[in-house]
Structure formats: C-alpha cells, structure tokens
C-alpha cells in the first residue's frame, strides 16, 4: 500500500462547478499537508500548506483536513477554466522529506 | 524577480552518454532538491542539499550525481549507469531546512534516443 493515494482522474467538470479533490494516507506522524497545482509541462506551485486538522480557506480555495481519518481535501468554489491542472497532494513530518501523492488531472470544461 | 531556473528545457541523451541538467536559485534558499516525476508515480527523491558542499541521497539516487558548491547551484548528472532516464526532472528549493513550501522549477524533460 503506498503512504499517499490519489485518485489520478482524470476529472471533468463543467465552468462554475464545485470541484473535490481528495487523498488519503497511511502515516500518522504525517504532520503538515499541501496541494499544489501543475499546469502541464510546468513545475508545480504551492497552492495551500495547513499544520493541522480543519479547514483553511484561500479565496476560491478551501483546503481541509481530517487526521482522525487520515483524508484530505481540496475544494474549489466556481471553477474556472484556468483551473484546468493536474493537483498534487503532500505531505511530511518535521524535517523529514515530503512524500506526494501522483496527483489528480482537473479538465473544467467552458 | 527570484525564481529557480532550470536549463535545458528539453534534453536528449544517447545511450551510454552522460548529461547534467542545470538548476541556479537566486532566492537565497538554503537547501535545493531533486525529484523525477514519471506518469503515475508522482514525485521521487533524488538527491537534496540542506547546505553547500553536503547532499544527502533521496530514494532512487542510483545512476545520479550531483554537486553544492555554490548555495545557489545545485547540478544534476545523469549517468549511464541510470537505466531509464527519460522523465521529468524538478528541481526545487526551501528556505531553511524544512521540506515544505517548496518553489520549484519549469523542469527539464530528458528523453533518451
């Protein structure tokens, strides 16, 4: 069983729409979480970094935690076309190195 | 405006042949990363540098080299010792030592022909 599962998509949703991206992961000591987006052919960029469990919203991003059940979201409100990426989960402890999840592939369709 | 800058785009290799893949920083982050990204398998570690002139192996440094001697220059060679290179290599950076909030590059995609 790998430390990080994403579901790799690809997902389709109309302009406007909620979008839920989801991991979940097996190492409790996990610490802190992040998403990060990829455009194609493109590094990725840091989109959101929590510490703990709960929610924590960034304009149309809302990222959220649940370390009781080892599950983590990224939810985006009124989706947009530029939104088109593939996304990336992460996460690690202390100093230790990030592990990432292989990411999920977002199509927002106008 | 600061930024990791990672050369060549693209890259082709040989059989057998040797190349270095480039990665400057002028964000004055402390340590520098390299990962390889290949379709369904996410991000793999390859080598990091927490400080100049020390690096430490990731998961799948075999066939790999890299050298820290400057702060803002972390190289990568691909060997022919390394069997399957062709994927997309990022290099990324942190302030300090901690492993999140990375910055990472535009990454090179070496193919071998």
């Known amino acids: 069983q790998k430390e990080v599962e994403q579901d790799p998509g690809p997902l389709s949703v109309p302009e406007g729409a909620i979008v839920s991206l989801n991991c979940t992961y097996s190492?409790?000591?996990?610490?802190?979480f992040m998403w990060y987006r990829q455009y194609s052919r493109k590094g990725p960029e840091l989109l959101m970094y929590t510490y703990s469990s709960g929610n924590k919203e960034d304009g149309r991003f809302t990222a959220q935690v649940d370390k009781s059940s080892k599950y983590i979201s990224l939810f985006i409100r009124d989706s947009q076309p530029s939104d088109s990426a593939t996304y990336l989960c992460?996460?690690?402890?202390?100093?230790?190195?990030?592990?990432f999840g292989t990411g999920t592939k977002l199509q927002v369709i106008p | 405006d600061g930024g990791i800058t990672q050369s060549p785009k693209y890259l082709f290799r040989k059989e057998g042949q040797n190349v270095t893949l480039s990665c400057e920083q002028n964000l004055n982050h402390d340590a520098m990363y390299w990962y390889r990204q290949d379709p369904g398998q996410g991000l793999r570690l390859i080598y990091y540098s927490q400080i100049v002139n020390d690096f430490q192996k990731g998961d799948i440094a075999e066939g790999y080299s890299v050298s820290r001697e400057k702060k803002e220059s972390f190289p990568l060679t691909v060997t022919s010792a390394q069997k399957n290179p062709t994927a997309f290599y990022l290099c990324?950076?942190?302030?300090?030592?901690?492993?999140?909030?990375?910055?990472f590059g535009s990454g090179t995609r070496l193919t071998v022909v």
């Open positions: 990324a950076s942190t302030e300090g030592q901690q492993s999140y909030g990375y910055t």
């Open positions: 190492n409790s000591a996990f610490q802190y």
């Open positions: 992460a996460m690690g402890r202390g100093y230790q190195k990030v592990t």
